[in-house]
């Protein structure tokens, strides 16, 4: 990955000014399959561009406890001890962070579980004040979803039967 090109949500290409913050920031985020639905945020500064559930991951926390700490703050839900890890996608990319003004190099692992529980498809209000909603799995096509997530759920078309042309 050339540490020179960083992107934004849309994917579009953004060049840090001179004295711009750029640091490293490593993440995890969870696609969880439960009932053909996924759960998906959509963080108030994003404008309308849902993401996966997962954040940073803090100095001296583990994967597992960054994304069940992100989990529970991003959805207000406990992340199901059940879930079956299904696959798992990283890539490391520049990403602008326009919500705290730096740009990151970005270690990514992304996550795909599935579990087996009935959910009811409704809104809410996370404890950041953000939404989070249940969405129909085919309904990932449609959506605007944060291009460096798209990137890991791409990778898995085929896993959760939707058409790889898609991508």
Do not use: K
Not at 19 to 44: C, D, F, K, M
Not at 77 to 104: C, I, M, S, V
């Amino acid at each position: 990955m050339s540490e020179n090109i960083f992107y934004n949500r849309l994917g579009a290409v953004v060049v840090p000014e001179p004295g711009a913050v750029v640091r490293p920031r490593r993440a995890i985020y969870a696609l969880l399959v439960q009932s053909e639905h996924v759960l998906l945020i959509w963080p108030n500064f994003t404008n309308g561009i849902p993401d996966l559930p997962g954040g940073g991951i803090d100095p001296g926390e583990t994967p597992d406890g960054a994304l069940r700490r992100e989990w529970l703050e991003e959805t207000g839900l406990a992340f199901p001890e059940t879930a079956a890890l299904r696959a798992e996608y990283r890539h490391t990319r520049g990403f602008h962070a326009e919500d705290q003004g730096e740009f990151w190099i970005y270690d990514q692992t992304f996550r795909l579980y599935c579990h087996e529980a009935p959910v009811t498809p409704w809104r809410w209000r996370n404890p950041e004040d953000d939404v989070a909603s249940w969405e129909p799995l085919a309904a990932l096509a449609n959506l605007p979803l944060n291009r460096a997530h798209w990137q890991a759920v791409r990778n898995w078309l085929p896993q959760l039967g939707l058409p790889r042309e898609l991508a």
